[in-house]
């Protein structure tokens, strides 16, 4: 694999402009340092001999730790109803969202 081209000030420079972001002459030299080392570990990366890897969706294989869905008694709406600050037509009544006071 090349041979990663060198990253300049120049080059953040333009990718900063194309965002619009305005960088000070420290934050290019800092952002320009750092982005050279995210290219170099993804150049790192790609030049891994992957062959024969099974590509995966993690690192280690997940299980289903969720109980098995399975129907239960259910309280008793007049009760609960019975213990809410307002209800209207067998229903929690609520505030809206705008101008309403509860």
């Known amino acids: 694999m090349p041979e990663p081209a060198h990253l300049t000030r120049e080059d953040v ?4 402009a194309l965002a619009r972001l305005h960088l000070t002459e420290e934050e290019l030299d800092l ?3 750092q982005l050279a080392q995210v290219l170099d570990h993804a150049a790192d990366v790609a030049s891994l001999d992957l062959a024969g890897v099974v590509p ?3 690192a ?3 299980t289903n730790v969720l109980r098995p869905d399975e129907p239960i008694v259910c309280l008793d709406r007049d009760e609960v109803l ?3 600050p307002s209800v209207e037509d067998h ?3 609520v505030p809206r969202i705008l101008g309403e006071a509860p």
Do not use: I, K, L
């Open 13 to 16: 420079a333009h990718v900063a």
């Open 31 to 33: 952002f320009t340092g």
């Open 56 to 58: 995966t969706a993690h």
């Open 60 to 62: 280690m294989a997940v």
């Open 82 to 84: 019975a213990q809410a």
């Open 91 to 93: 229903r929690f009544r």
